[in-house]
T-cell receptor
């Protein structure tokens, strides 16, 4: 099975850097994904790590360490519009990677 | 731009009504689509995997007779909530993968907020 743990809530100020951690227990997966969801909206894809290391996409970066069963999403130069929920998710090997199992989500509040 | 379209975005109806939600892949063929349910301030829970031309695969605890899934074409999957009751009120979201491979992200529809009175 799959189990992903995230902090439930994080607060930071505008312009700051914040790291959202995701620890997991899985029986094997293709990669770790990150999704952003604003209140009332649908999840939007942010980043994907198939291999260990850092993936950078603009202000957002994601990191994966399979040996540590750990990943994180790094948000730089925080803006008010970054206030949202962030979910990590894995694509399990036992379903050909077609399904996603989500963590509980981290609610990020950015303050002025 | 959006690659998955979901309709309707919001439904309010009386208890006992059946509600159909459509999920369309735009400009690509999706042999597999996914249906999720999300309660307020909770994570997304996979309900079922919709396979074109065959029966859907339901997750444990999801009643297949209550949540009917039809994947009639390569671009359309429908979820029908039959005889809906207030406890079925939730945010229903579909998704599809642009390409059928393990390392590709899923694209989500905008979701359907279902409120049963």
């Amino acid at each position: 099975g799959q189990s992903l743990e995230q902090p439930s809530e994080v607060t930071a100020v505008e312009g700051a850097i914040v790291q959202i951690n995701c620890t997991y227990q899985t029986s094997g997966f293709y990669g770790l994904s990150w999704y952003q969801q604003h209140d009332g909206g649908a999840p939007t894809f942010l980043s994907y790590n198939a291999l260990d290391g850092l993936e950078e996409t603009g202000r957002f970066s994601s990191f994966l360490s399979r040996s540590d069963s750990y990943g994180y999403l790094l948000l730089q130069e925080l803006q008010m519009k970054d206030s949202a929920s962030y979910f990590c998710a894995v694509s399990p090997l036992d379903n050909a990677g077609n399904m996603l199992t989500f963590g509980g989500g981290t609610r990020l509040m950015v303050k002025p | 731009g959006a690659v998955v379209s979901q309709h309707p975005s919001w439904v309010i109806c009386k208890s006992g009504t059946s509600v159909k939600i459509e999920c369309r892949s735009l400009d690509f063929q999706a042999t597999t689509m996914f249906w999720y349910r999300q309660f307020p301030k909770q994570s997304l829970m996979l309900m079922a995997t919709s396979n074109e031309g065959s029966k859907a695969t339901y997750e444990q605890g999801v009643e297949k007779d209550k949540f009917l899934i039809n994947h009639a074409s390569l671009t359309l999957s429908t979820l029908t909530v039959t005889s809906a009751h207030p406890e079925d009120s939730s945010f229903y979201i579909c998704s599809a993968k642009y390409r059928e491979s393990g390392n590709q992200p899923q694209h989500f529809g905008d979701g359907t907020r279902l409120s049963i009175l």
